[in-house]
């Protein structure tokens, strides 16, 4: 299918839209979908879906794995991890959200942003806004989570944000171990370090993570990058 955009940028445009105009935000996203040809949102998502980076990213994962996306803001990478999450309930699995950023109705906005249906979903999918958000409080949170879901934490650099936390690098090596033993997909959404600049390099990578405290890169298997509509995938190590 041929867009006059990208669609991160669409939805960018549809976001301004609906401020703009004092208007929902599906109807902008409407809006915006009768202009590229399409009789509403969701029609043009299911057009898109068959071709989206997440679906061909979902194509490469396998339970156990730890998943790095890195963006700058506004570069769709929330959007991307939510999306990785829908494409494992239309697997038939689970999907869990972590989140330090979001509100439930930020969340449920986004469902409509990416054309996914909530009510298909409510069964599968489970999300946590908690200010307690740490390795300890997603395994306790996950501990009869079914092999197979996916599970989103937003975000990397806020796990040890508070000092009674254990360091991150620890985390994550518990979260990993965790994943492993129980056939779990957990994908980290990943801040990017201001030094990057898109005029040298389309599209950032792994020396590009902004690492405030010490983490070892290679305990993710694969990652992802966007910048500008690109998605790059490729295995960390």
Sequence with gaps: MKLSAPLYYLKRKARLLSRKENIPLHTALDHIARQEGYSGWSLLMARASASTPAGKLFSLL???????VGARPGQGKTLMSLELAVEAMKAGDRGMFFTLEYTERDILNRFHVIGAEWERFAGLFAFDCSDAISADHIMERLASAPRGTLVVIDYLQLLDQKRENPALAVQVRALKSFARDR??????????????????????????????????????????????????????S
């Design 62 to 68: 396998a339970p156990g794995d730890l998943v790095l």
């Design 183 to 236: 056939g779990l997909i957990m994908v980290f959404i990943s801040q990017i370090d201001r030094s990057y600049d898109p005029s040298r390099k389309p599209c950032p990578d792994i020396g590009d993570v902004r690492l405030p405290n010490p983490l070892d890169l290679t305990l993710f298997d694969k990652t992802c990058f966007l910048n500008n509509g690109e998605a790059r995938f490729q295995a960390a």
